[in-house]
C-alpha cells in the first residue's frame, strides 16, 4: 500500500532523512521507533505533505499515486491521515464544524452527497462516545485549551470519523492514560483490514503490546536501520538504541528472522 | 491641489451651498445658534492634515480634492425594490431609511416593532413638532475634527429615537443610510439623535449603503444619550459603494450604570473612516466596543476609538480585528483617557490584524493615558498573518487551501462576530462579510507566503 524508496530529505541545509527505505503492505500495521530527533516526525510530516521540507531524492508509492506529487488534501482525499505529535490550535474555529467541513471535503473528493448537519451530528455522537472524548469539547474551538490527552483524543476522534486507508500516528500514545491509550489502540486495530493500513510512530512499548503491530522498524540517523517483528519493540527496551548503531550498514538486518 | 486651495474651494462650495450658518426658514433659533458655532468652529480649525494625530493615516487629500456638494436631492429616486437588494430583508422592527441625509417616509417602513413608550421620528420632524429636549441632547459643542463640526453645520434631518423610561423596545430598530451618487458628488450629512431614558432598553442597528455610480462623501453624525441604568446594543454596518468616501462618528454619552455596545463592522467604501467616541459620565457605567474591519482592493478603513473615563467605577472593553487584503489599508487608533475622578476604573483595548497579502498595509496604536490611581487596565495590538500550521492541519484532513483559508478567516473574525446578537443581526453581519470576501478576484488567494 505505502512504498518509501531510497528518501532524502532535507531541512534547511540538513539532511533529516538519509536514504529510507519502508514498505507497509495493505492490511498490516507498522510501528517506527527510534531515539529523538533521529526523523520520525519529519518522515510522518513529509508523507501527509507538509511545506518546510526538501525532497532531494527518494521516491513514494501510495497505492498507484505518487505521493510527493500531491497536495495535502489531495494526499487526505487519497486516505492519508496524519495524527499529529502537536495537534495544532485553531482559534475561532468550532471543533464539530471542523470535522463534518472535514468530512464533506472528503465526501465531495469522491464524488459522494454531502452530510447534513443532522446526519453529522448523529455520526459524531456515535464517535464521541467511541473515543470517550468529552461532548464539551465538541463545541469549543478545535484543540484551543485542551489538555494534551484532549488534543490526543481530538485527533482519534478525526481519525475515527475521517476513516483513512492509512494512518499515519505521531506519537499518538505519548501523554495518554491508559484507557485513551486503549481507544488509540482499538482506534488502530479497526485498521487490520485488507485495505487500510498504519504507521504508528512510539517510544512506548505499551501501545505496541495492545496492539501488536506486524512489524517494528527501527529509526536512526534517517534511516530505517532494524525491522523485525513485535517482539523487536521488548528488545529495544532492553538494549536502547545504542547498541543498534553499528548495524546501520545493514539496514535490512532483521532480528525478527528469529521469529 | 494643496490642501489649502482645497479647503478654499470646500468652504467656497459649501457656502454656496447652503451650508453657510444663514438661518433656515422655520428652524428654531437654539439649531440656528448650533449650526453657526459649528461653522464657526471649522472655519477656525480648518479641515485636519497629516499632521494631526488623529488623521496620520488616513489620507484626506482625495476627499479634499473633490468639489463635494451638500444637501442635493438625489439624482436617482430609489425605489424599494433597489433598497431590498441592498439592504436585505428588513430585521423584524422597524426599518428607517434616511436617502441621501434626509429621512424617507416611502422607503421607511415602520408598521413593525413600534410599541409604548418607543417614540421613533425623523429628525426633521422632531425638530419641527418636538419639545426643547432635543437642544439639549443635539450635540455638546464639542467637535473631534472638521467634518464632524461640519455634519452640525450642514445636518437637516436623520432619525430621532426616544425610549421612554423603563421601555424594551424587543425588535432592532433599524436605521438605513442610503447614499446615492451619479456622478453629482453628493455630500451627505445625516445626524441621528437616539435617546434612552432611565431603565430602557434597545437594539439600534445602523446600516450605510450606496447606490448608483461615482464618488460621494457620506458625513454622518449619531449621538447616543444613555441616561441610568439604559443598555443599547448599538450595531454599525458600513457597506458603502466602492467609490465612497465615508467619514462618520459616533458618540456615545453614557450615564450611571448604563450599558452600551457598539458593534461595528466595515466592508465598503474607498475611505471610511468611522469613529466612536465615549464619555463614561456617571459611575459604574459598560462600554463594549467591538469592531471588525475588512479593507480589500484599495480600500482604507480607519477606526478611531476614544474612551473617556470620567466616573469611578465605570469599565470599558475594545476589541477591533481587522482582516486586510491586497492592497488594503486597516487603520485602528484607540485611545483611553481614565481621568483623575475615575477610581476604580476598568479599561482593555485590544487590536488584532491579519494580513492577507503583502501589499496589505495596517497602522495600529493604542493608547492609554491614566489619571488616577486604582485602575486595571491593558491594551495590546498584534499582526499577524494566517497560521501556516493551522493552515496545514486543515488540509491534512482534506480540507482544499482556499477553503482553509477561509475557516482560518472566519476564526479570526469569530470573537467579534460571536458577540452579534444570533438571527437576523448576525445574518446580516455574516451576508456582508461573506459577499465581501467572495468579491472581486480572488477572494481568498493567496499572496499569503508559504
Ligand atoms: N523545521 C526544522 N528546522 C530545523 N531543524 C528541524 C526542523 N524540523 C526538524 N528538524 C530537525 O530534524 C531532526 C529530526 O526531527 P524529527 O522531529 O523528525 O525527530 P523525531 O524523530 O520525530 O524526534 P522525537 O522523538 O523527539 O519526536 C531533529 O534534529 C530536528 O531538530
Ligand atoms: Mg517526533
Known sequence: ?259 | MTSQVAERTWQHNVHLSGGAPAERPGEPAWLSAARRSAFDWLSQHGFPTRKDEDWRYFDLAPVLGLAFSPNREPSIEPRAADLGAVAGPSLGGPRLVVLNGRYSPLLSDVTLGLGDGLHVASLAGEIRDGGPGLAQRWGDGAYSHAFDALNAALAVDGVYIELAPQTTADAAIEIVYLTVAAGDLPLVSPRSVIFAQAGSRATIVETHLGLGHGHSLTNSHTRVVLAAGAHVEHYRFQAEGPEASHLSVVEVHAGEASRFASRTLAVGGLRARHEVRARLVAPSAELRLDGLYLPAGEQCHDNPVLVEHLAPGCTSRQLYKGIVKDAGHGIFNGHVIVGAAAVGTEAHQTNKTLLLSDRAEVDTRPRLEIFTDEVAATHGAAVGQLDQDALFYLRSRGIPDRDAQAMLVAGFAADVLDGFAPGPVRGLADRLVGSHLEAGSGAYQPEVKR
Open chain 1, 1 to 259: 500500500m505505502l512504498v518509501i524508496e531510497g528518501l532524502h530529505v532535507e531541512v534547511g541545509r540538513t539532511e533529516i532523512l538519509a536514504g529510507l527505505d519502508l514498505a507497509i503492505p495493505a492490511g498490516e500495521i507498522h510501528a517506527v521507533m527510534g531515539p529523538n530527533g533521529a526523523g520520525k516526525s519529519t518522515l510522518a510530516n513529509v508523507l501527509a505533505g507538509r511545506d518546510g521540507y526538501r525532497v532531494t531524492a527518494g521516491r513514494v508509492k501510495f497505492l498507484d499515486h505518487d505521493l510527493l506529487a500531491m497536495s495535502p488534501e489531495e494526499r487526505a482525499a487519497a486516505g492519508v491521515f496524519l495524527a499529529f505529535q502537536q495537534p495544532v490550535e485553531i482559534p475561532g474555529v468550532p471543533n464539530m464544524y471542523f470535522l463534518r467541513t472535514a468530512l464533506n471535503s472528503l465526501q465531495r473528493a469522491h464524488g459522494l452527497a454531502e452530510i447534513g448537519p443532522s446526519e453529522f451530528l448523529a455520526l459524531a455522537q456515535d464517535k464521541v462516545r467511541l473515543v470517550g472524548i468529552d461532548p464539551a469539547l465538541m463545541s469549543r474551538s478545535v484543540n484551543e485549551g485542551f489538555s494534551g490527552g484532549e488534543k490526543k483524543r481530538n485527533e482519534i476522534l478525526q481519525l475515527a470519523v475521517l476513516e483513512p486507508r492509512l494512518a499515519i500516528l505521531d506519537e499518538t500514545d505519548s501523554g495518554l492514560d491508559i484507557d485513551a491509550l486503549r481507544v488509540v489502540a482499538d482506534g488502530v486495530n479497526a485498521l487490520r483490514r485488507p485495505d487500510r493500513a498504519a504507521l504508528v510512530i512510539t517510544h512506548h512499548r505499551r501501545l505496541l503490546d495492545l496492539l501488536v503491530p506486524d512489524r517494528v522498524h527501527v529509526l536512526v540517523g534517517g534511516r530505517i536501520i532494524r525491522s523485525g517483528g513485535a517482539e523487536l519493540a521488548g528488545e529495544l527496551e532492553r538494549t536502547g538504541y545504542t547498541g543498534l548503531r553499528d548495524d546501520r550498514r545493514d539496514p535490512v538486518a532483521t532480528i525478527g528472522a528469529s521469529r
